[in-house]
């Protein structure tokens, strides 16, 4: 059906919404916005932040402090394997110094 103008001519130009869209029956949209909750439409997932992804670690305090020499421990090399040996007491070990130390190298590897 032609459209009527205001000057009382018609037009061959199909109105919005005369004929059912045929090319494109969805509309993809990311979540929480005004459009993921309109008919016809797909909501795309976030993408990926990559916390799972192996990340280089750079050298760390408890190498630098290990190949210096600043730990009070000993390697003791033996037939069932290695032992650390420590050169002071437990009891007298400054854990405020050396547990951060000590921990900073469970992520490190040699």
């Given at each position: 059906?032609p459209a009527v103008n205001a000057l009382g001519k018609t037009s061959?130009?199909?109105?919005?919404?005369?004929?059912?869209?045929?090319?494109?029956?969805?509309?993809?949209?990311?979540?929480?916005?005004?459009?993921?909750?309109?008919?016809?439409?797909?909501?795309?997932?976030?993408?990926?932040?990559?916390?799972?992804?192996?990340?280089?670690?750079?050298?760390?305090?408890?190498?630098?402090?290990?190949?210096?020499?600043?730990?009070?421990?000993?390697?003791?090399?033996?037939?069932?394997?290695n032992r650390i040996a420590w050169k002071v007491e437990i009891e007298?070990?400054?854990?405020?110094?050396?547990?951060?130390?000590?921990?900073?190298?469970?992520?490190?590897?040699?």
């Amino acid at each position: 059906m032609p459209a009527v103008n205001a000057l009382g001519k018609t037009s061959h130009k199909p109105l919005p919404g005369m004929y059912p869209r045929t090319k494109k029956d969805h509309r993809v949209t990311e979540g929480f916005t005004v459009k993921a909750m309109m008919k016809n439409s797909i909501v795309v997932g976030p993408s990926s932040a990559g916390s799972f992804r192996e990340r280089p670690s750079g050298p760390t305090a408890f190498r630098k402090c290990y190949k210096r020499g600043d730990f009070p421990i000993a390697l003791e090399h033996g037939s069932q394997g290695n032992r650390i040996a420590w050169k002071v007491e437990i009891e007298k070990l400054d854990y405020h110094h050396y547990l951060p130390l000590f921990f900073d190298g469970l992520c490190d590897t040699i």
